[in-house]
Structures are given as C-alpha cells and as structure tokens.
Nanobody
Framework: VQLQASGGGSVQAGGSLRLSCAAS????????VGWFRQAPGKEREFVAA????????LYKDSVKGRFTISRDNNKNMVYLQMNSLISEDTAVYYC?????????????????WGQGTQVTVSS
C-alpha cells in the first residue's frame, strides 16, 4: 500500500488548510488511519486518527476543536481539516495506515506511511 499526503502549504495564523491522504489500494478501507506530524528537531507526534468506517476518532489534546479527521472509503481518501492554525502547528504532516481497524495514537501500530506534506503557519 502506498500513501500520499497532500494539501500542505503556508498560511497565516488563524487560517485553514485541508490535508488529503490518498491510498493506492482498497486495503485502506479496512484499516484505521492516522495523521502524525514532525517539527524540526522534534519527534514525530500523533495528531488524529479515525477508525475504518469513520465511526470513531481520536485527537491530540492541543488540536481538539480545531482539527477534524474524516474519510471517504469510496475514494480511498482520508482528510484532515485544520482550522484556527497556530505557529505550533508548523510541521511536516504524515498519514499512516494502522494494522488495526481502529485508529491509535501509537506509532508502532502503523505499518504503512506516506510521504509528508509541509505545513507552515506564520504568526
């Protein structure tokens, strides 16, 4: 399975971006999917996750109420809508497919990773 994240860019604080994650095959549809991010000099951290059918979601505390994860299995796509962006959201964002049907905050449970997309928020 290949994953490709896109939709990153440069925005001012308070702005919005919508990230997309496309999968190469339909195996995507049975797996939880997560978004992670990595800022320069920092470890990759969990941002959000969604179960295989979109029935449950999980968020990092600092993005709750600002970010929304969703998926469209008919299109093999997962999205991350990011609103009210702040400078601390600046990072490379990665999507990943989990070994399980539900999403998780644990990196070790993800076995397919896409290339990242850069998000830069200026204050």
């Amino acid at each position: 399975v290949q994953l490709q994240a896109s939709g990153g860019g440069s925005v001012q604080a308070g702005g919005s971006l919508r990230l997309s994650c496309a999968a190469s095959r339909r195996t995507f549809t049975n797996n939880g999917v997560g978004w992670f991010r990595q800022a320069p000099g920092k470890e990759r951290e969990f941002v959000a996750a969604i179960s295989w059918n979109g029935g449950s979601t999980l968020y990092k505390d600092s993005v709750k109420g600002r970010f929304t994860i969703s998926r469209d299995n008919n299109k093999n796509m997962v999205y991350l809508q990011m609103n009210s962006l702040i400078s601390e959201d600046t990072a490379v964002y990665y999507c990943a497919a989990a070994r399980t049907a539900v999403g998780s905050s644990q990196k070790a449970l993800y076995n397919y990773w896409g290339q990242g997309t850069q998000v830069t928020v200026s204050s």
